[in-house]
């Protein structure tokens, strides 16, 4: 039983380092004006090719 409880113990605290370092990272992307003009166009669908 106390294995079990260290185990779920340690998952969590391996789940909040992650998600932090995930954050962390996302936190340092810098986009150029060109970069985030091309985001904030409208998307255009296209056409289903291939299927019949």
């Keep these: 039983m106390a294995a079990a ?5 340690f998952f969590a605290v391996a789940l909040a380092a992650f998600t932090a370092l ?5 936190l340092d992307v ?3 004006p060109d970069e985030i003009a091309s985001l904030e166009t409208p998307y255009v669908s296209h056409d ?3 299927f019949q």
């Design 5 to 9: 409880f260290f185990a779920g113990a």
């Design 22 to 26: 995930i954050f962390d990272a996302a």
């Design 30 to 32: 810098k986009l150029t």
């Design 48 to 50: 289903v090719v291939g």
